[in-house]
């Protein structure tokens, strides 16, 4: 069991790591390309009715349900994404990868309580001390939730795991703004430079330059 624990964590460690921690809320799906003219199925059509026949084959196994939650989304069927995912988890109830799909689908459909739920169920069926990805997913929605004690409290807690993922270093900034914490504000966006994020590298520099205009750009980095 706990093999399959640490295999589930890696599998959202790299969803994580993939990009979908760089905004606060991820694309719900990607539009999938139809051919209206000759009205052919599309691509998600055809797997989908691919997956609800192995389901429907081998209702033990929960990778079928899993993969028609994901196709779901894709249409933006949430309620169908949601039930394939219950099912899923009926099956493998020790498996976390489902409650943060879950989370993914409340969160990018504004269910914001709903997603904290997930997340926190995703956390607590694994060792959050040992990776920052999660943490963060849930520091984000933390922010969307305007609750910044709770947002300042797992940004925090994802640095002591990994000082140097920048992520959270940008985003206490941010947080640190909005508290109107100018001189802690200013040291999480240097942090963020120092330890080499490069995504917002722009937008930090302009926001350290707002703050104290007197500082030149080689005394920041």
Same mark, same amino acid.
């Given at each position: 069991?706990?093999?399959?624990?640490?295999?589930?964590?890696?599998?959202?460690?790299?969803?994580?790591?993939?990009?979908?921690?760089?905004?606060?809320?991820?694309?719900?799906?990607?539009?999938?390309?139809?051919?209206?003219?000759?009205?052919? #199925?599309?691509?998600?059509?055809?797997?989908?009715?691919?997956?609800?026949?192995?389901?429907?084959?081998?209702?033990?196994?929960?990778?079928?349900?899993?993969?028609?939650?994901?196709?779901?989304?894709?249409?933006?069927?949430?309620?169908?994404?949601?039930?394939?995912?219950?099912?899923?988890?009926?099956?493998?109830?020790?498996?976390?990868?489902?409650?943060?799909? #879950?989370?993914?689908?409340?969160?990018?459909?504004?269910?914001? #309580?709903?997603?904290?739920?997930?997340?926190? #169920?995703?956390?607590?069926?694994?060792?959050?001390?040992?990776?920052?990805?999660?943490?963060?997913?849930?520091?984000?929605?933390?922010?969307?939730?305007?609750?910044?004690?709770?947002?300042?409290?797992?940004?925090?807690?994802?640095?002591?795991?990994?000082?140097?993922?920048?992520?959270?270093?940008?985003?206490?900034?941010?947080?640190?703004?909005?508290?109107?914490?100018?001189?802690?504000?200013?040291?999480?966006?240097?942090?963020?430079?120092?330890?080499?994020?490069?995504?917002?590298?722009?937008?930090?520099?302009?926001?350290?330059?707002?703050?104290?205009?007197?500082?030149?750009?080689?005394?920041?980095?």
């Amino acid at each position: 069991m706990e093999s399959n624990l640490k295999a589930a964590l890696m599998l959202i460690v790299l969803c994580c790591s993939a990009g979908c921690l760089t905004q606060t809320i991820r694309p719900i799906s990607e539009q999938v390309i139809t051919d209206d003219e000759k009205g052919h #199925a599309t691509i998600v059509d055809v797997k989908l009715e691919k997956y609800q026949r192995l389901a429907s084959e081998f209702p033990k196994n929960p990778r079928y349900q899993e993969r028609l939650a994901r196709l779901y989304w894709e249409k933006s069927d949430h309620t169908q994404a949601l039930k394939s995912l219950a099912r899923a988890q009926k099956i493998d109830p020790e498996n976390p990868r489902y409650d943060y799909f #879950a989370g993914q689908i409340y969160e990018g459909i504004g269910h914001f #309580a709903a997603a904290e739920k997930s997340y926190l #169920a995703m956390l607590e069926a694994t060792d959050e001390n040992q990776y920052s990805g999660p943490l963060l997913q849930l520091a984000l929605l933390y922010i969307q939730m305007e609750r910044n004690d709770k947002a300042t409290t797992y940004l925090e807690t994802c640095l002591q795991v990994d000082p140097t993922f920048a992520e959270p270093h940008y985003w206490l900034g941010r947080v640190q703004m909005i508290r109107n914490q100018r001189a802690e504000a200013i040291t999480s966006f240097e942090r963020y430079l120092r330890v080499g994020g490069s995504s917002r590298q722009n937008e930090v520099l302009q926001t350290l330059q707002a703050l104290q205009p007197d500082m030149r750009i080689h005394e920041i980095r």
